[in-house]
């Protein structure tokens, strides 16, 4: 018994429905909630429990098939091997916890050939680790011993009939064999007196089982390694069989995808020289088998830490192996190896394993290449699973890595906002200093790029501003709207009724009655009275029209030598006005067109000149010496001036 109640993982969640059930053990789908990025591919704490009963028979009287299998899977490591987590007992039931996976027989129709290639060649390396290093024999080699985790790697399981050859006899094949697996085992297995060759025989039928649909064409050798299965591995005459290490040399496993898995699989004792030619030309012969196949069974070996850190790796695969294909490359960019489908099912799963890597190496490669591929990570990815890792690596003591990291960051601000990547609180210490935009009426969107921050064709109600924009469209009617927010120039315009007159005299052009503390009101309306017609007009006037070149019109409109009081040149002088105007943005200085060689003294009639206050010179009165004595020190001993009228400057006689 390999634990009690109390040996329970916590944060273990089992699914209520079993994926498999067999004679010995039902198995389930977990999930653990406090750890696990080492037990899933997709980082969610996915596990397999199996839950077996107590079974009656004459090789579980010591412990139930399930306790001796997981007592075999801890004993008996190696990389094909299913990975022992946990176990304990619960009452009359058996767990056992592994790495996730699923039965071959559930998804050997969705694997290619290269796929059950490189898989049989799993199976027969973990065989040749029991047979040759551990001494012991396996007895159960089938499809249902057979599990593939979730990278798509086939594993050896069913360990529960595994023994020492010592122990391996008839007697012991003759008590197993009510629940091996039948096609699996020898005729005349117990009229043999070798018995250390079973193992062989039920590869080669699991060869023809897991190839029988398949064409054997699909896979190099593969007809040439059927023939040596039959011929061979199932010779009536068990001396005859070969052992399990030369099945391995059989150009059936040595075809070059093989060879690149293999060498991948053993990189750490391979020479540097070549580690760099095979990482040299590794893309090139990659590019001829199937891009799924390849992501596969080979991502995970192409970014395993020993692939990442070495230097001709870095350089000629993981910058393309890190990248998306994108259809729409722009000039001397390199395109990605895998499309962008394939990069989010097979490599984005091991990407956000590698940023759980606390190597500061395998860290600054991945933020190298971070703009490369973070647009494949969905929202919650990034939040939840880069940005946090991201934030840890700010603290660090490497100056490198912390810049590095900084870079990265910026990158995640368009896309989860400063908040979430900033944190804290927030305030605006900057403006926008831009000049504010001045639409124009007649101006058309046609010549304005498209991509000009500063396009005029945007209305100012667009913009931030801290007043609110006058609507014009209830006063004059345009091709466009007229945006004004700024306040109107006291000075009024021309009239839109040819029967109304327009005062000549400066001083009478704007009524007195009108109160002057409107200007303060930035969307003011102007209203000229007429003296002769008792009419009004509101006429808008934009505060963006200088003041001069409106006085300069409207001296062209006006005779200011003739008296107004005659209504018909009051009359010709409207008539000329509406005639020389034809839209009220001529008015706008930035429309006029001023010929300054003909322009005289005349033109520069100042209309503001009797609103100049007349301040005069200060009248300095001479005082007498006293001829009498008094008390010069007082306010109320002067002489007034015999010129000066006595009521001057008093406005009223106080008499």
């Known amino acids: ?88 007992q619960q009452r009359f039931t ?73 122990d391996l006899n008839p007697t012991y094949l003759k008590h197993a064999r009510i629940h091996r697996y039948d096609k699996a085992i020898d005729p005349d297995e117990e009229s043999h007196d070798i018995t250390s060759k079973v193992d062989q025989y039920a590869f080669a039928v699991l060869v023809d089982e897991v190839f029988k649909e398949r064409k054997d064409d699909d896979v190099p050798y593969l007809r040439e390694f059927k023939t040596y299965c039959k011929d061979c591995l199932q010779n009536n005459n068990p001396s005859l069989r070969p052992d399990l290490s030369k099945i391995l040399q059989h150009s059936f496993f040595n075809h070059e995808f093989i060879s690149i898995y293999k060498f991948l699989n053993f990189l750490a004792i391979k020479k540097e020289d070549d580690k760099s030619q095979f990482f040299t030309n590794i ?36 910058p393309y192996i890190l990248k998306p294909k994108n259809e729409r490359m722009q000039n001397g960019e390199h395109s990605g190896f895998f499309s962008l489908s394939v990069f989010k099912e097979h490599v984005k799963p091991r990407l956000l ?26 929202h919650e990815e990034l939040s939840q699973h880069i940005l946090p890792e991201l934030l ?63 396009s005029s064709t945007k209305s100012l109600r667009d913009f931030h501003c801290s007043e609110d924009v006058y609507d014009t469209s209830a006063a004059l009617t345009f091709e466009k709207t007229i945006a004004l927010n700024e306040r109107p120039s006291p000075v009024g315009g021309e009239s839109h009724d040819e029967d109304i007159g327009v005062e000549r005299n400066a001083n009478n052009l704007i009524n007195s009655e009108i109160e002057w503390d409107d200007w303060d009101n930035t969307n003011h309306q102007v209203t000229l009275n007429s003296n002769e017609t008792g009419c009004e007009n509101n006429i808008l006037v934009n505060s963006d029209f200088e003041v001069d070149n409106l006085m300069h019109n409207v001296e062209k409109m006006i005779n200011i030598e003739k008296p107004l009081s005659d209504p018909a040149v009051l009359e010709r002088a409207a008539q000329e006005a509406k005639k020389n105007i034809l839209d009220i943005s001529e008015l706008d200085i930035k429309n006029q067109k001023i010929d300054y060689s003909k322009k005289n003294a005349a033109d520069d009639i100042d209309f503001f000149a ?23 020190s007082s306010k109320l001993n002067f002489i007034p001036d015999e010129e000066c009228d006595e009521n001057e400057g008093w406005g009223e006689n106080w008499s």
């Open 1 to 88: 018994m390999m634990g009690n109640e109390t040996s329970q993982l916590s944060g273990l969640k089992i699914e209520d429905k079993a994926t498999e059930i067999t004679d010995f053990w039902s198995h389930f789908q977990a999930t653990i909630s406090d750890s696990c990025r080492y037990f899933s591919l997709k980082d969610d704490g996915s596990v397999s429990v199996f839950k077996g009963e107590v079974v009656l028979g004459p090789l579980w009287t010591m412990a139930t098939p399930l306790e001796k299998c997981s007592n075999n899977l801890l004993k008996y490591r190696h990389p094909c091997i299913v990975r022992y987590i946990s176990s304990w």
């Open 94 to 166: 058996f767990h056992l916890v592994t790495e996730f996976v699923q039965p071959l027989s559930h998804v050997i129709i969705g694997q290619t050939p290269l796929q059950i290639c490189i898989g049989l060649n799993n199976i027969l390396r973990a065989l040749v680790f029991l047979h040759e290093q551990a001494g012991v024999s396996h007895n159960n080699v089938g499809v249902s011993s057979i599990y593939v985790t979730g990278d798509g790697q086939w594993k050896l399981g069913g360990l529960q009939y595994l023994c020492n050859f010592t």
């Open 283 to 318: 893309l090139k012969k990659l590019k001829c088998f199937d891009e799924e196949t390849v992501a596969k069974q080979l991502s995970g070996l192409l970014l395993s830490r020993l692939t990442l850190l070495d230097s001709t790796a870095r350089r000629d695969v993981i």
């Open 353 to 378: 394993q590698l940023f759980g890597v606390r190597d500061s190496q395998v860290r600054m490669l991945l933020l190298m290449h971070f703009t490369k591929y973070v647009q494949v990570f969905s």
């Open 392 to 454: 840890l690596g700010i603290k660090d003591v490497d100056d490198n890595l912390v810049a590095s990291t900084l870079v990265c960051l910026s990158e995640l601000v368009p896309i989860l906002g400063a908040d979430a990547v900033v944190g804290g609180k927030r305030s605006k210490f900057f403006t926008d200093g831009r000049p504010k935009l001045k639409m124009n009426v007649l101006m058309t969107t046609s010549n304005t790029p498209k991509d000009d921050m500063y």
């Open 610 to 632: 009797d609103m100049i206050p007349v301040i005069e010179k200060q009248k300095i009165i001479s005082i007498p010496e006293p001829n009498t004595i008094q008390d010069i």
